[in-house]
């Protein structure tokens, strides 16, 4: 089984940053992509930055310009450095991420996507 673990949620005033990370963990053969999305409360989740094995990032609209997505794959960490905080971005952030996993006798799944449990972000004065 894999697990993803996030953390650096928390509260930050308007125009603050934070930096969220995200590690995998478990019997791990390969990870694709990474990535983060959020849900506000009565809204849908929605992307907010995909970065790829080889690096290349999506980047969603409404933190264009104001996040950077990075990742360590030695140590199957993705991090989201958000920078000029606004109220709206206050949301629940989860980590996805695509994993092959290796089974107890060595044969490795298929592709499969893992969920963290999410790390609250509240921007608020």
């Known amino acids: 089984q894999v697990q993803l673990v996030e953390s650096g949620g928390g509260l930050v005033q308007p125009g603050g940053s934070l930096r969220l990370s995200c590690t995998a963990s478990?019997?791990?053969?390969?990870?694709?992509?990474m990535g983060w999305y959020r849900q506000a409360p009565g809204k849908q989740r929605k992307l907010v930055a995909y970065?790829?094995?080889?690096?290349?990032?999506n980047i969603g609209d409404p933190v264009w310009g104001r996040v950077t997505i990075s990742r360590d794959n030695t140590n199957d960490t993705v991090n989201l450095q958000m920078n000029t905080l606004k109220p709206e971005d206050t949301a629940v952030y989860s980590c996805?991420?695509?994993?092959?996993?290796?089974?107890?006798?060595?044969?490795?799944?298929?592709?499969?996507?893992?969920w963290g449990q999410g790390t609250q972000v509240t921007v608020s004065s």
């Open positions: 478990g019997n791990i053969f390969s990870i694709n992509g």
């Open positions: 970065i790829s094995p080889d690096g290349s990032t």
């Open positions: 996805p991420a695509t994993v092959m996993s290796r089974g107890p006798g060595g044969d490795v799944s298929p592709s499969t996507t893992f």
